[in-house]
């Protein structure tokens, strides 16, 4: 037997079975990765097709990715199919359906989820949910579907109530007390901003608990979300709150929010979603930078307020948002490029970076993180 053969029969071959992809896809997602991380969670699948749990992560990566409908699927099968006890899935089914606006069906999921599992691992989330949706536990405060649509006979009342005569109001008037839980929901943006305002100003305990559930809502508007979060902290909670953050409920620090005074502005929200949806449609980001480009905008606002941006074309500033994000990450786009992308001029974009920039110190931080990461390695080749 020659050389050759003798050192090909001394290899060691290396199996790469369901757990090595199950690692390696589970790595990909937390580094956000996420296509990585889907073909990796896929493989899992094949080769172990009756682990629940690998469908499971696959669903979960899914519905990260925005793919509800086919993370729905996975759910039904795992359900249906391998494990009727996995009745989380229930409960994500139910989330996905109301990120997908179909509420009807939402509910139904929620409802099954308590039924089958009522000390379930997400009841209590289950049960404010429906809170929200419905008045589900208050049956003595039922209406008909016509009864409650009641925003328009309320706008008057709202519009031109002080927050001093809404305690009043608030002691001597139930169904006004009710309107106002259930508008927070139901009704308009107007009529939601107005309420938030009345309940920040109010001082009341029960206004300031409907609020608390408001921003846990996963189907409520961001904007209205931010502004109902800054109202708590202008009512005086120094610590954490929960909010819906990110897919799942979480804590959140006031310290974190803008300052006293500051509300979230439907134009610096048309600036955060003007750069998320054309990065959407890019594939050289992944899910981290969709997080980053979010709490690059926040830290902005935060660091020059009171003196905040006059906004008056928002491709402007989400360009220059963009390419703040691009230049701290080092990717190779240039102004031109990110000019072109949005339908601005170069100069303009060139502005909106240069402000940021300033504000926030952006390219001292992220070249202070490269320092940081090869120090890292060199410190690892001399632990070796």
């Given amino acids: 037997m020659g050389s050759k053969e003798k050192r090909e029969n001394k290899v060691i071959q290396f199996q790469r079975d369901a757990s090595y992809y199950f690692d390696k896809?589970?790595?990909?997602?937390q580094r956000h990765r996420f296509e990585k991380a889907l073909v990796y969670f896929r493989k899992a699948v094949e080769l172990e097709p009756q682990n629940s749990l690998h469908y499971y992560n696959l669903g979960c990566l899914l519905s990260r990715m925005g793919?509800?409908?086919e993370a729905n699927r996975v759910f039904k099968y795992i359900v249906e199919e391998l494990d009727p006890d996995f009745t989380e899935c229930i409960f994500l089914k139910a989330?996905?359906?109301g990120l997908l606006?179909?509420?009807?069906?939402?509910e139904k999921l929620l409802r099954q989820y308590l039924r089958v599992s009522p000390q379930g691992e997400m009841a209590d989330e289950a049960r404010e949910l429906l809170l929200s949706l419905t008045d589900w536990e208050e049956e003595e405060f039922q209406e008909t579907a016509a009864a409650r649509d009641d925003g328009p006979l309320y706008r008057d009342l709202l519009m031109n109530t002080t927050r001093k005569e809404l305690k009043t109001l608030w002691d001597e008037d139930e169904g006004l007390r009710q309107a106002l839980y259930r508008g927070l929901f139901q009704w308009d943006d107007e009529l939601k901003e107005r309420i938030i305002s009345l309940f920040a100003g109010s001082g009341l305990e029960e206004g300031e608990g409907a609020l608390r559930e408001f921003v846990k809502n996963p189907w409520i508007k961001e904007r209205l979300r931010q502004v109902a979060l800054l109202a708590l902290k202008n009512m005086g909670n120094t610590g954490g709150l929960q909010a819906f953050q990110d897919g799942k409920i979480k804590e959140v620090k006031s310290r974190d929010l803008p300052p006293e005074s500051s509300l979230w502005r439907s134009e610096w929200q048309r600036v955060l979603e003007?750069?998320?949806?054309?990065m959407s449609r890019c594939r050289e980001y992944d899910g981290g930078f969709f997080d980053d480009i979010r709490a690059m905008w926040l830290d902005y606002i935060n660091t020059v307020y009171p003196r905040v941006p006059r906004i008056q074309k928002v491709q402007t500033w989400a360009a220059g948002l963009e390419?703040?994000?691009a230049r701290f990450h080092f990717l190779d786009i240039t102004q031109r490029e990110m000019a072109e992308r949005y339908g601005v001029s170069v100069s303009s974009v060139a502005a909106k970076y240069k402000e940021i920039n300033e504000a926030l110190s952006l390219e001292k931080k992220a070249y202070q993180n490269v320092v940081s990461y090869l120090s890292s390695l060199e410190e690892g080749k001399e632990g070796r």
């Fill in 25 to 29: 896809g589970t790595l990909y997602f």
């Fill in 67 to 69: 793919r509800l409908q």
């Fill in 95 to 97: 989330i996905n359906y």
């Fill in 101 to 106: 606006e179909d509420f009807e069906q939402t």
């Fill in 274 to 278: 003007c750069a998320l949806k054309r």
């Fill in 323 to 325: 390419y703040c994000l």
